[in-house]
């Protein structure tokens, strides 16, 4: 059976609620504005970084950034 949004997946429910606190904040900028800026993504290596991090370091990057203005560099690597 395939994964699906149905009412006992709360993994991502919770993910989708943090990243909707953390963009209101900033309701003007784009996802891949606050995406880039959190992770501080300035390459194409980047984006390999990015199709490979944790969801919830994804948000918890995306609520500092948000919250201090501070972009902080990727805690580990996409490999490790």
Do not use: C, H, Q
């Not at 006992?8 to 900033?26: G, N, P, V």
């Not at 880039?36 to 994804?58: A, C, E, H, P, R």
Request: proline share 5%; aromatic share 8%; no cysteine.
């Amino acid at each position: 059976m395939a994964e699906t949004t149905e009412k006992f997946d709360t993994r991502r429910a919770l993910f989708l609620e943090r990243l909707i606190r953390a963009w209101d904040k900033m309701p003007k900028a784009r996802l891949g504005e606050l995406i880039s800026k959190s992770l501080d993504l300035s390459t194409l290596f980047d984006i390999m970084y990015l199709s490979n991090i944790d969801d919830v370091k994804l948000v918890e990057a995306i609520e500092r950034f948000v919250l201090t203005g501070d972009a902080t560099s990727p805690p580990e690597s996409p490999r490790e």
